[in-house]
């Protein structure tokens, strides 16, 4: 993102289902954050929970209900950024 916006080098954007869905998974990237010593800058959403913002200043957290990642479209908006896919930390 950094070639294309100058205030982050990624956004992760992830989608649960439902405002509640959407808070967990908002609160699970919080606490692996927590348990890594890193801390947010900001929060944002959480209240409603249908799109969550999480800024950790270098990466952005996006975290949607579905239905609002559909209308608001913003891997069509920076499409011109590099997808990145995701790699899970084996154990």
Sequence with gaps: ???IV???DYFVLCSGNTDRQARAIADHIQEQLY?????LRSREGLRQGDWIVLDRGDVVFHV???RIREFYQLEYLWQNAPLIPWKKKSA
């Design 35 to 39: 348990q890594e010593g890193v801390s």
């Design 64 to 66: 949607f209900q579905k």
């Design 6 to 8: 100058n205030y982050c």
């Design 1 to 3: 993102m950094r070639k």
